[in-house]
């Protein structure tokens, strides 16, 4: 029998079990979210706690696959008992009250619910510090459970932070109202934890879209400024050239050097249009020039450098023109 891998198992507003899978004997794997019927009934009857049971009892019997938090409590039971599983396979299918009792030890490994309220699980693990794993923070209320957001594990183990986060579970509405009053935003998640409580949802979408609206006004603020101080900068830097340029045009006419990209901006200032094979010996190879000479950069001592005559030509054609 062919196994499924599980990338993500949630549950939507209207208590429906939707899971994105793909077949484990087929590559390229592509996943597809699609409603798990079994699972919906299962919620919807028998409440989360029977679900989660469910699940666990899937991975457990290889049918699903993955590194889900539920997964990785399977392997941690099987590798942490040595269990016989092909043993315990045919013991559940024998004895459901067995099956019951040995699931609910299964989901003893789960990663744990702090109290009533307040669980966690992680999503990336630091290879040499398990207090800078990224947790995803789960509260619990009722029998609704959603994502109340991600942070390092050792912030989420403070706890001043757990008894923050048990407190707003327990009441909900009231903690909702307070970041709403202080334009604080408010995930989609909790949308869908009022709408699984049979809870008005309506104003908690409304603040969502003003508050978009406000962060994209904000967000034009923001590119206005930029956009100015951009403007400012490139004022500043025309200046800065106009000045530059007009000490190069001086130094070039007492006889002076001149630095190569100052020279190619005269070139342009009086419309002496430059070769493009003269151009780059200007910028590869010319440090500085002057009427009478030039001064070249990287050139090794018996190496042969590139003819300079549309260089000198390229003098001799300014100096005509600052007569």
């Known amino acids: 029998m062919s196994h499924e891998i599980i990338k993500n198992i949630f549950v939507t507003a209207d208590r429906r079990v939707i899971v994105c899978h793909a077949p484990g004997n087929i590559q390229p794997q592509i996943f597809h979210e699609e409603e798990y019927e079994p699972l919906t009934e299962l919620l919807r009857k028998e409440g989360y706690e029977r679900l989660e049971e469910e699940i666990l009892y899937l991975f457990f019997l290889g049918v699903w696959q993955n590194d ?6 399977v392997a941690r039971a099987i590798e942490q008992e040595r269990m016989d599983v092909y043993e315990l396979w045919k013991r559940c ?3 459901v009250s067995f099956r019951r009792e040995f699931i609910r030890h299964l989901a003893t490994y789960l990663e744990p619910f702090l109290n009533e309220h307040v669980g966690w699980y992680p999503i990336i693990k630091d290879r040499f510090r398990k207090a ?7 509260l619990r209320v009722g029998d609704v459970c959603f994502e109340a957001g991600s942070m390092f594990r050792r912030g989420m183990l403070r706890k001043e932070y757990i008894e923050a986060r048990t407190a707003e579970a327990r009441n909900l509405r009231a903690a909702v109202q307070r970041r709403m009053a202080s334009c604080q935003w408010i995930p989609s998640s ?14 908690l979408k409304g603040h969502r879209t003003r508050m978009r609206e406000l962060y994209a006004a ?8 930029r956009i100015e101080r951009e403007k400012r900068r490139q004022r500043q830097e025309e200046a800065r050239l106009r000045a530059s340029l007009k000490r190069a045009e001086a130094a070039f006419r007492e006889g002076g050097f001149v630095e190569t990209e100052l ?3 005269l070139c342009g200032k009086y419309g002496i249009n430059i070769h493009p094979r003269t151009l780059g010996m200007l910028q590869r190879r ?7 000479q030039i001064h070249c950069k990287g050139v090794s001592r018996g190496f042969r450098i590139s003819s300079l005559r549309g260089c000198r030509e390229l003098i001799d054609r300014l100096a005509e023109k600052l007569k």
């Open 68 to 73: 889900l938090r539920h997964g990785r409590a």
């Open 93 to 95: 299918d024998r004895d």
């Open 132 to 138: 800078n794993d990224i947790v995803v923070v789960v």
């Open 190 to 203: 909790y949308v869908a934890a009022y709408e699984a409580l049979g809870w008005d949802a309506r104003p």
């Open 218 to 225: 904000e967000d034009r603020r923001r590119e206005q400024v």
């Open 263 to 265: 020279f190619i901006a």
């Open 286 to 292: 010319i440090a500085d020039l002057s009427r009478t």
